[in-house]
């Protein structure tokens, strides 16, 4: 069984939530450790924050950018794959899924791909790409998708390890707060524009997708929730 692991933090605006982490693993502390991630994300929350806003301000959104700030809350993740050895071939090291929160920032090792991205039309898997290790690849979750009526797609991806090294990748994943009930605007929705979704529950959506991995699409959540 080809070896996958990760690391989750929540809050991480919280200087304290890394520090407390890195004792956990470090008991002695790891300054280098927690400064890193501390610094790190600190930058993928800036950069979350300017994404959030120009998207919703690109749909004229602007009354609400605040609100939606502070609808979802951060988990950093830290991943490793496994690269293969002499008896293994290529595996699956993420099942194919989109995304179920509102956004996913994610930094891959430049010197190892895996990622791919399936076509809007359903025809081709693409590599994710990003050429230098100052990349970052942001994805579009499903409450995302739901809160903008349709408009921004949350696209089909997974992980193929392919070769020998080691693969290893931190993202940002912006979850809803609990209890937060998601609903188009109505300035984006007209005749033109109708209403798609009916009023969504991330947790329960993600328990929908949780108990079973085949409704982890698109066409699953239009199943789940469309008017
Ligand atoms: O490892 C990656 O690049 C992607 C991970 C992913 O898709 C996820 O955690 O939702
Ligand atoms: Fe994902």
Redesign the pocket.
């Known amino acids: 069984m080809p070896l996958y692991e990760g690391m989750g933090i929540d809050g991480l605006d919280n200087p304290d939530v890394v520090i407390d982490l890195t004792h956990k693993v470090w008991p002695q502390g790891n300054n280098s450790f927690s400064n890193t991630v501390h610094s790190f994300a600190e930058k993928l929350i800036e950069l979350n924050v300017n994404v959030r806003t120009m998207v919703l301000e690109s749909f004229g959104l602007e009354k609400y950018v605040e609100k939606h700030l502070n609808s979802a809350k951060n988990r950093f993740?830290l991943?490793k794959?496994k690269g293969l050895d002499d008896n293994t071939d290529e595996y699956i090291?993420?099942d194919s899924?989109i995304?179920r929160h509102f956004l996913?920032i994610?930094c891959?090792n430049d010197v190892v791909d895996?990622?791919e991205i399936k076509t809007k039309d359903g025809e081709d898997w693409i590599k994710a790409k990003p050429s230098q290790d100052s990349s970052f690849l942001v994805l579009v979750g499903a409450s995302l998708h739901v809160l903008l009526n349709g408009m921004v797609h949350p696209p089909l991806?997974h992980?193929v390890i392919t070769g020998e090294k080691d693969r290893y990748?931190a993202?940002l994943f912006l979850r809803p707060i609990e209890g937060l009930i998601i609903n188009a605007p109505e300035e984006i929705v007209d005749d033109e524009h109708p209403r798609l979704y009916k009023p969504f529950n991330f947790e329960d959506y993600f328990t929908f997708a949780y108990v079973d991995t085949t409704k982890r699409d698109l066409s699953a959540l239009k199943a789940y929730c469309t008017l």
């Open positions: 993740q991943f794959y090291g993420i899924h995304d996913t994610l891959q895996g990622l991806h992980v990748v993202g």
